[in-house]
């Protein structure tokens, strides 16, 4: 089982809609969850991130965490095409240091 | 504040040279940690340095190496490169690399080629 999943997509979502993306990760000691919106040919650039379970909202996105079921999801409300991108999910699997472990990465279009 | 940084953005090399790559973080943060990301294996884990100290280190071979000098800039290097080694290799910073909150953010990226 790899430490941290993510469908691969592409997952195509109609403009104005929410789009949701999951990643489930194998390390219940993991301390630190974040969401990093990657475009073609850049750097991934941190959207949020999250430690507590529940929500967390940050403008149209929303994390959320559940450690039980070891799954953190991003809900992207009022989809925009610039939201097109793929989206990695990174968990930090070592307290009190930093050791990011990455998802594959979803491919998010969203269509006109 | 200026973002984090990396020289050089393109670089071609033949199998069995040597490579050293640059990062500078942004002003203010000690932690700098450094990925290779490639098509087949996404995005993995390197090494990462807070106070010229490797702290952490990924699953790869010794040819990966790398240092982080005193005003916290840092350096990859690979040695013996090989044909695998082509991918782009990120570095990303962070405050202090400790705790729940601090964040990483990335760099442009250095895109490397082995012929």
């Known amino acids: 089982q790899k430490e941290v999943e993510q469908n691969s997509g592409p997952l195509s979502v109609p403009e104005g809609a929410i789009a949701s993306l999951n990643c489930t990760y194998s390390?219940?000691?993991?301390?630190?969850f974040f969401w990093y919106r990657q475009y073609s040919g850049k750097s991934p650039e941190l959207i949020m991130f999250i430690y507590s379970n529940g929500d967390k909202e940050d403008g149209r996105f929303t994390a959320q965490l559940n450690k039980a079921s070891q799954y953190v999801s991003l809900l992207i409300r009022d989809s925009q095409p610039s939201d097109s991108a793929t989206y990695l999910c990174a968990v930090n699997l070592i307290q009190g240091a930093q050791k990011l472990v990455f998802g594959q990465g979803t491919r998010l279009t969203i269509n006109p | 504040k200026a973002g984090v940084t990396q020289t050089p953005r393109y670089l071609i090399k033949t199998r069995g040279q040597q490579v050293t790559l640059s990062c500078s973080p942004i002003s203010g943060h000690r932690s700098v940690s450094w990925y290779q990301q490639t098509p087949g294996q996404g995005l993995q884990f390197l090494f990462e340095?807070?106070?010229?100290?490797?702290?952490n280190k990924g699953n790869f071979p010794g040819r990966f190496s790398g240092r982080q000098f005193s005003n916290s800039r840092s350096e990859m290097n690979v040695s013996t490169l090989e044909l695998g080694d082509s991918a782009l290799y990120l570095c990303?910073?962070?405050?202090?690399?400790?705790?729940?909150?601090?964040?990483?953010?990335f760099g442009p990226g250095t895109r490397l080629t082995v012929l």
């Open positions: 340095y807070f106070s010229e100290t490797q702290r």
């Open positions: 990303a910073s962070s405050l202090v690399g400790r705790g729940s909150t601090d964040t990483q953010y």
């Open positions: 390390d219940r000691g993991s301390q630190s």
